[in-house]
């Protein structure tokens, strides 16, 4: 069975410049979640998704990130006009249900690193 | 709010030494506690858990016990391996929230 796949895996992009960042969940993982750790720091939450809706978006940094699931398959995350303190690594996680997530296991995927110059 | 905290690395130890990586937390609830490790070219993947206070998580040689009086989940490992480095995070999901806290990682080279 297929895990979590990202892409890219990694980008460089100019400031000001759009990104686009791809998720394949699990097949069958109705929870879809988005992470990011920059310079190193803490690895923070961005979003939830169950299925093609937003559970919780509360980590997200600002309007200048969009995330989709359309059809509650794979998710996209884009950042436009991209600054450098986006710069990091973006992370994927899936998970069957909600209940699997209280216990703690997300399946993640290899992250896409993201470099704004 | 909820927060994890991590001895920095990079922890460097000679193949068999004993490892102990530091975490402590602080939650407003009931939190279940995680270690996640990310192996060089890989995601994330769940190590151990504990769920209550005074559980004990294992996993691979790995111990973690939940301490609620010293809001600590430290990692352990009597004899460690070069297979074993990675980068360690230690996580909490708390009471009512649906996603995890991470802390900021702490790197493990093993030397043979």
């Known amino acids: 069975e297929a895990g979590v796949t990202q892409f890219p895996s990694h980008s460089v992009i100019e400031k000001g410049q759009t990104v686009t960042l791809r998720c394949d969940p699990i097949?069958?993982?109705?929870?879809l979640y988005w992470y990011r750790r920059v310079m190193g720091k803490e690895i923070k939450f961005l979003l939830h998704?169950?299925?093609?809706?937003?559970?919780?978006e509360s980590g997200m940094p600002n309007n200048r990130f969009l995330a989709e699931r359309t059809g509650g398959t794979y998710s996209t995350l884009k950042v436009q006009p991209a600054e450098l303190e986006d710069s990091g690594v973006y992370f994927c996680?899936?998970?069957?249900?909600?209940?699997?997530?209280?216990?703690?296991?997300?399946?993640f995927g290899e992250g896409s690193r993201l470099t704004v110059l | 709010g909820d927060s994890v905290t991590q001895m920095e690395g990079p922890v460097t130890l000679s193949e068999e030494a004993f490892l102990t990586i530091n975490c402590t937390y602080t939650?407003?609830?009931?939190?279940?506690l995680f270690w996640y490790v990310q192996y060089p070219g890989e995601g994330l993947q769940l190590l151990l858990k504990a769920t209550k206070a005074d559980d004990k998580g294992s996993n691979k040689g790995f111990e973690a016990t939940y301490r609620k009086e010293t809001t600590s989940f430290h990692l352990e490992k009597g004899s460690v391996q070069v297979s074993d480095s990675a980068v360690y995070f230690c996580a909490l999901m708390d009471t009512g929230r649906r996603a995890l806290t991470f802390g900021s990682g702490t790197r493990l080279q093993v030397q043979p």
């Open positions: 097949s069958g993982h109705d929870n």
């Open positions: 996680a899936s998970s069957p249900d909600p209940a699997t997530v209280r216990t703690g296991e997300l399946f």
């Open positions: 939650a407003t609830g009931y939190p279940s």
């Open positions: 998704f169950v299925k093609e809706s937003k559970q919780d």
